[in-house]
Structure formats: structure tokens, C-alpha cells
T-cell receptor
Framework: SQTIHQWPATLVQPVGSPLSLECTVEGTSNPNLYWYRQAAGRGLQLLFYSVGIGQISSEVPQNLSASRPQDRQFILSSKKLLLSDSGFYLC???????????FGPGTRLTVL | SQQGEEDPQALSIQEGENATMNCSYKTSINNLQWYRQNSGRGLVHLILIRSNEREKHSGRLRVTLDTSKKSSSLLITASRAADTASYFCATDANDYKLSFGAGTTVTVRA
């Protein structure tokens, strides 16, 4: 069966510090991968998606970036965090575009 | 951008009652999906209904889709305390991604 992992679960970082969130998927190959951000009490905002290794599409221009160095690894990064980067970050995968998405447990990021 | 919009934003019901929430969207879709999110957790897929389907059931869940009105509804029958969560609709408009609404928060009172 497939599983998706995200870490860390929670993170408190100062403004201006770098960020690296990691997401890995097990039990499937060539998944579509997604990074979302969710503000408190709000819906999901798609940040990045990837249909293959090295292929990243950005939905929201900001100081975040994503990379997919391996088939089942998706990394969200920032060189300098802003206060507005605080939120709940969710990674998800699907077999094909438009299919059911399977979500990781999320990372709660607080930027102080 | 959000395509789906859920209504109501919040819903409080007594255990055993039914809960109904609606989703409206703007463009043509391939399918519409409903997800549940417990507080502080990831989303869990509940049901997917394709554009050529009108109704679908899964356990205590019933989903309808009216493509002429660009709307869907999710009915939870005989609600339980464990159904307390936020519910999101998501639409696939054939552009490699799902668009999620802002969600309906459901509270089931014991």
C-alpha cells in the first residue's frame, strides 16, 4: 500500500531564516506531487505541483521554491522566511492529474 | 484560485441528525471530489463523482452532482461525534490540479 510522509510535524523559525520541508511517497512510482498551504480556518492554496523528476510548476509567485530530486521526493524551500509564510503545509500525491489526492499529515510552520 | 465554494461555512447539528453541505463551481469539470479534514490533520478523500454521474453513495455519505447548475451536495446521514471535521469540495477542470473550496466546518453535538 502507498504511504506519504512529511517532516517535520511542527517548526518554529525566525524571520529571515531558511526553510526545508520534505515529503516522500512510498509504494508507487511516478506520482504527481503537490504542495499546498492552508491558513488558519481557510481552504487550500496550491503552491507547486510536479508531474515528474525535475518538473515543477509554480502556482503562486513568492519566496518559496520546490524541487523534486527523486521520483518520490518533493522538497519545499525558502532562502529567507517571511511572517506571511506561517501556515499549515500539506504535501499530496496522485496517480494522475485530476485523480484522488492522498495527503500527508502536514507541517505546522510558525515564523516569528 | 478557488473554483469550488462550500455553503454553509459552518454547521452545528445534534448527533443522529443529517448534515447537508453544498458546493458550487464556475467552470466545466471532469470530476468533483469531497474531502474531510480533522483539526490539525491532513485531508482524507471521501468520494469522487464524475461529470457524467448524478449521484453516488459511500456508507453514510451521499453525493449529488448537477452539472447544469454547477453544484454538488454532500449529505452525511445519522451523524456521529466522529463526523466533526471540515469538509472540502475539490474540482478537476482538466488542468493538472484540483481546486479546493474554503470548506464547511461541521460540529456534531452529543
Amino acid at each position: 500500500s502507498q504511504t506519504i510522509h512529511q517532516w517535520p510535524a511542527t517548526l518554529v523559525q525566525p524571520v529571515g531564516s531558511p526553510l526545508s520541508l520534505e515529503c516522500t511517497v512510498e509504494g508507487t512510482s511516478n506520482p504527481n506531487l503537490y504542495w499546498y498551504r492552508q491558513a488558519a480556518g481557510r481552504g487550500l492554496q496550491l503552491l507547486f505541483y510536479s508531474v515528474g523528476i525535475g518538473q515543477i510548476s509554480s502556482e503562486v509567485p513568492q519566496n518559496l521554491s520546490a524541487s523534486r530530486p527523486q521520483d518520490r521526493q518533493f522538497i519545499l524551500s525558502s532562502k529567507k522566511l517571511l511572517l506571511s509564510d506561517s501556515g499549515f503545509y500539506l504535501c499530496a500525491w496522485s496517480k494522475m492529474a485530476g485523480d484522488t489526492q492522498y495527503f500527508g499529515p502536514g507541517t505546522r510552520l510558525t515564523v516569528l | 484560485s478557488q473554483q469550488g465554494e462550500e455553503d454553509p461555512q459552518a454547521l452545528s447539528i445534534q448527533e443522529g441528525e443529517n448534515a447537508t453541505m453544498n458546493c458550487s463551481y464556475k467552470t466545466s469539470i471532469n470530476n468533483l471530489q469531497w474531502y474531510r479534514q480533522n483539526s490539525g490533520r491532513g485531508l482524507v478523500h471521501l468520494i469522487l463523482i464524475r461529470s457524467n454521474e448524478r449521484e453516488k453513495h459511500s456508507g453514510r455519505l451521499r453525493v449529488t452532482l448537477d452539472t447544469s447548475k454547477k453544484s454538488s451536495s454532500l449529505l452525511i446521514t445519522a451523524s456521529r461525534a466522529a463526523d466533526t471535521a471540515s469538509y472540502f469540495c475539490a474540482t478537476d477542470a482538466n488542468d493538472y490540479k484540483l481546486s479546493f473550496g474554503a470548506g464547511t466546518t461541521v460540529t456534531v453535538r452529543a
